[in-house]
């Protein structure tokens, strides 16, 4: 305690003397720390509303009876580029794979698929593991695409890639497992309520030329 006003005065300010740079360097630490997040959410989300503008432009762009494929070009490489972080750039490289299949530019394809497995959630490994087989069943890998579908995890896309399996077998010559393929397919098709006749007629053929 202390005897007088004066003595507390001096006291107070004795303390801030050994005490001065340090207090304010913290309050400056302090000021420029939240005012650096607060710039760093307001980026963020200016980021994300850019990406979701292009995307938008993107989509209007796929859905379009003559569309701009130069500007679609242009925008999917925007996205990979400057939006990698966000799934608006997985997206765009699912689109970019679906052009180069039409195009008949497999090597392109799988590597959009690539691009969009190394960035997608681990949600969307299945489809893209599928789409990826497909481009390699068409290019005549067959061994290659097996080996993607087994790469699959996890029930959603089970059917699919049973189905897929059966025709990559077909192709093989391997008519035996095309059929164990097909047959799972169908039953797990059943098991989900899925009616896919043409399945069945893949099945069906199978045992008619046995």
């Not at 309050?27 to 760093?40: E, H, Q, R, S, T």
């Not at 307001?42 to 494929?69: I, P, T």
């Not at 394809?109 to 599928?130: C, K, P, R």
């Not at 059943?190 to 053929?205: C, E, W």
């Amino acid at each position: 305690m202390y005897d007088t006003d004066q003595e507390q005065i001096e006291a107070i300010k004795a303390w801030w003397s050994a005490n001065a740079n340090w207090v304010i360097a913290s309050v400056l630490v302090f000021i420029f720390a939240f005012a650096g997040w607060n710039w760093y959410q307001v980026d963020q989300l200016n980021h994300k509303e850019e990406a979701s503008r292009l995307y938008d432009r993107l989509l209007v762009n796929v859905s379009a009876s003559e569309a701009d494929l130069d500007e679609r070009a242009s925008m999917i490489s925007a996205l990979k580029t400057d939006y990698a972080d966000l799934g608006y750039a997985v997206m765009a490289a699912l689109f970019e794979a679906k052009d180069s299949v039409e195009a008949k530019e497999y090597s392109a394809a799988l590597s959009s698929l690539e691009f969009a497995y190394d960035h997608a959630d681990e949600s969307l490994h299945g489809v893209i593991l599928y789409r990826k087989a497909l481009v390699q069943f068409g290019m005549g890998e067959l061994d290659a695409a097996l080996a993607t579908l087994d790469a699959i995890t996890g029930e959603g896309h089970q059917a699919l890639t049973f189905e897929l399996k059966g025709d990559i077998y077909l192709a093989q010559g391997n008519e035996s497992a095309a059929r164990d393929a097909y047959q799972s397919a169908v039953d797990l098709s059943s098991d989900q309520g899925i009616n896919n006749p043409y399945l069945a007629v893949k099945l069906n053929d199978l045992a008619v030329a046995e």
